[in-house]
């Protein structure tokens, strides 16, 4: 499995002195909603506990772990989202299951 990392996510990295990040699938309870549960890809900056229950791919030298609850829907690619303070490395190529 590869992952290309976008010149936005390589500098968004490098500010932050990031090696190892770790996508997990958050479930969220939405109260008083008709969703029930609502599901996002949360990234965290530093690598799980125990790895079983991830894919692992090494790029450029840094490490990513994608839980395995994720589906993978096609290429690959670390880039970057939001705004400011509140930008966070995005994946690419992924969707929460149904």
Request: aromatic share 10%; net charge positive.
């Amino acid at each position: 499995m590869k992952i290309k990392i976008s010149n936005k996510a390589k500098k968004f990295i490098q500010d932050r002195k990031i090696k190892d990040v770790t996508f997990i699938l958050k479930e969220l309870d939405v109260a008083g909603c008709c969703v029930g549960i609502a599901k996002e890809i949360e990234p965290i900056y530093k690598a799980p506990k125990d790895a079983s229950g991830y894919r692992y791919i090494q790029a450029d030298g840094y490490h990513v772990f994608i839980s395995r609850r994720i589906k993978i829907i096609g290429p690959l690619t670390l880039t970057t989202e939001g705004f400011w303070k509140l930008k966070r490395l995005y994946l690419d190529g992924t969707t929460v299951p149904i």
